[in-house]
């Protein structure tokens, strides 16, 4: 393993947050603080090379590997340091692994610190991924913690990928944008919980395009808006062949909260089997009540109430 | 043991001309005893599901004061009630996406690290096989009879002085009912130390009652023993009218 250079206490932290990892991972791995690779790891099957231009890293996974992960979580803790990166994952064919990306920001300057993560992944024939990103900030500085991630997913024949995205804290201002195509026989599944608070705003963009027959999406997004935040969810799948496609927006608003959901469908195939859901509101009175019963404050049953919606 | 003493309840309605207040309940005085099982029992729209959920802080009278073991909660809020020792099932189970039932059954027993097995417990006691339930989302997946069970899990997972339970049967097909009323016969044998006010309109239920109070018009029409109500009951004035209406035609 080379390690490049230690890192400190608030990028422990982080790294917990964002990766859950509380020691150095196992397999491959990739840890981005500050602005510069600080540990890197490969295995047999998994290579990660820096690009040459220094502009990010590339993932190559062999075909057929099988029960491997990989982590590639990014910490910032220094205030006023901007990034794009580029990372691009080639997931050989019939390959099964778990992929851990996310990005933790600490910000106690008065500058606004940024990251700007573009992932493309490359899904090979029959291969199977788990993606999981979280995105969280942290520090009480007045610069702002932005993070505008860009997700690219390229899926090839009877490929399959879950991804779980979510951004519950500390993030002031979000555009994630995540484009999809998929071939033949391959499935999507995606999982995003995104909640925001104070002033922050997030948008979230899904373009997604079942090209191939038997091709199938499923993207559900759960969010909650507190205090006078904002979010836009646009959430879009497109049918150009015999799929099936599902999106749903279930939000819950508080405070002075504002969400606005524009789920969307476009069908260019009489074959194509696509439904949309939204819903809006506020928490119900009820759930509330029934938690009171059990002994919980309003407080308490509306936090048990969100803990649960963003599971 | 829990003193109503003289509650009454009404609401403002409108009805086009103006406003009108309209008495739900008048002037309600009852007293549930230590170890005992009380069935309310009525016709509909008579104020039963309104006393419940006076009972439990839901809902405040306009007049009267309710004490819990001698102490006035008259004033004291759902979450402070729950805490001084009142349980309250709801007569249509409230759904949450998200959280399962182990979290619920853990959130009523007021203790986070209670183990699945122990969770586990509660839900046998129901009569529902615990390994398929624990881990599932108390959301629209479950059925009525289902929601039912697992709601009453968590009232027995808290274990307090008094359990009010709002019409169990409400909602459930027969056949689930019958298989529930079990879980209230057992209920109904182990009571110790605390008492349990149901309401309901089932037979079998008000055959294992200690006391029957019957609320018509928002006020008690009777309370006594089971052996002096429940005969009363069993072809009820109004069971008698409808025949005569028919017999009439």
Partial sequence: MLQIKEIDEIQKRLLMEVADLHKVPEGAFNIRANGESAMRNTTANIDIVSKENGSGIDIKIKPGTKNESVHIPVVMSQSGLKEVVYNDFYIGEDSDVIIVAGCGIDNCGTQDSEHDGIHRFYVGKGARVKYVEKHYGSGDGTGKRLLNPGTEVYMEENSTMEMEMVQIKGVDSTKRDTKAELKEGARLVVHERLMTHGTQDAYSIYNVSLNGDGSSADVVSRSVARDQSFQKLDLCVTGNAACSGHTECDSIIMDQGRILAVPSLEANSTEAALVHEAAIGKIAGEQITKLMTLGLTEAEAEEQIINGFLK | ?249
């Fill in chain 2, 1 to 249: 043991m829990l003193e109503l003493q003289n509650i009454s309840f009404g609401v403002t309605e409108e009805n086009g001309t103006g406003s009108v207040n309209k008495e739900i309940l008048n002037d309600i005085s009852l007293t549930i005893r230590d170890n005992q099982f009380v069935v309310i029992t009525g016709p509909n729209g008579g104020g039963k599901s309104t006393l419940a959920k006076i009972i439990a802080g839901i809902e405040t009278p306009t007049s009267g004061r309710i004490l819990l073991d001698g102490v006035d909660i008259t004033d004291k809020n759902v979450t402070e009630r729950a805490k001084a020792g009142i349980s309250f099932a709801f007569q249509q189970p409230v759904r949450f996406k998200g959280i399962q039932v182990l979290d619920l059954i853990r959130l009523a027993a007021g203790n986070k690290r209670m183990s699945a097995a122990d969770a586990c417990k509660y839900l046998a006691e129901v009569g529902l096989c615990a390994k398929d339930y624990i881990n599932r989302e108390v959301n629209a997946s479950l059925s009525g009879g289902e929601l039912k069970r697992i709601e009453i899990a968590t009232v027995l997972a808290r274990s307090t002085r008094l359990t009010v339970f709002d019409e169990p049967e409400a909602g459930i097909d027969l056949w689930s009912f019958q298989n529930l009323i079990q879980v209230f016969e057992k209920m109904r044998a182990k009571i110790n130390d605390s008492s349990i006010m149901i309401i309901s309109h089932q037979e079998r239920i008000l055959e294992i009652a200690d006391e029957i109070v019957v609320i018509r018009e928002g006020s008690i029409a009777a309370h006594g023993t089971k052996d002096e109500i429940l005969p009363a009951l069993i072809g009820t004035p109004s069971a008698v009218e409808a025949c005569k209406v028919l017999t009439d035609k």
